[in-house]
């Protein structure tokens, strides 16, 4: 088992052996064992409250294996407005309820839940199913988000 303990910077120039795709919520995990495509298994080892990111590298402590994160498309619900003060508006109820999001000026992406649909469909937005990359904000400390509890 490869254990992964040093990131570095993403740098297209490193000779990357592996690939590692994940999601939003496994980019946050610094504890982890995960198995790569070809049946290796990878343990990562990094300081908690690590957030992985896209094209980030990890290595061992030798430095002779590198693995490239990528982040991994999840399903997703993608969220419109006609207007930024509701796309505001949106963003507040959800930050209210301590929900990973994913902030832009056009639109706001959430994991999928049934209830905050409803809710956000009632406040006029629109709302699209996807599977694409989900990149959360880090909230307002750089810590990892986390959500325990059920909506439904």
């Known amino acids: 088992m490869l254990i992964l303990s040093q990131i570095?910077?993403?740098?297209?120039?490193?000779?990357?052996?592996?690939?590692?795709?994940?999601?939003?919520?496994e980019r946050t995990r610094s504890r982890h064992k995960f198995t790569l495509a070809d049946g290796k298994e990878v343990f990562l080892r990094?300081?908690?409250?690590?957030?992985?990111?896209?094209?980030?590298?990890?290595?061992?402590?030798?430095?002779?294996?590198?693995?490239?994160?990528?982040?991994k498309p999840e399903p997703v619900l993608t969220v419109v407005a006609h207007t930024p003060l509701l796309l505001l508006r949106a963003a507040y109820h959800l930050g209210?309820?301590?929900?990973?999001?994913?902030?832009?000026?056009?639109?706001?992406r959430l994991s999928p839940d049934s209830v905050l649909r409803t809710m956000l469909e009632k406040l006029g937005l629109e709302i699209k199913e996807e599977v694409v990359t989900f990149q959360p904000e880090l909230g307002a400390y750089g810590g990892a988000y986390v959500h325990h509890h059920s909506h439904s």
């Open 46 to 71: 990094l300081p908690r409250g690590t957030v992985l990111h896209n094209d980030d590298i990890l290595t061992d402590e030798t430095q002779n294996n590198f693995i490239r994160i990528i982040a």
């Open 8 to 25: 570095q910077p993403p740098d297209f120039n490193t000779d990357v052996h592996f690939i590692l795709p994940l999601t939003a919520e």
């Open 96 to 108: 209210n309820r301590h929900v990973p999001v994913e902030i832009t000026p056009n639109y706001l």
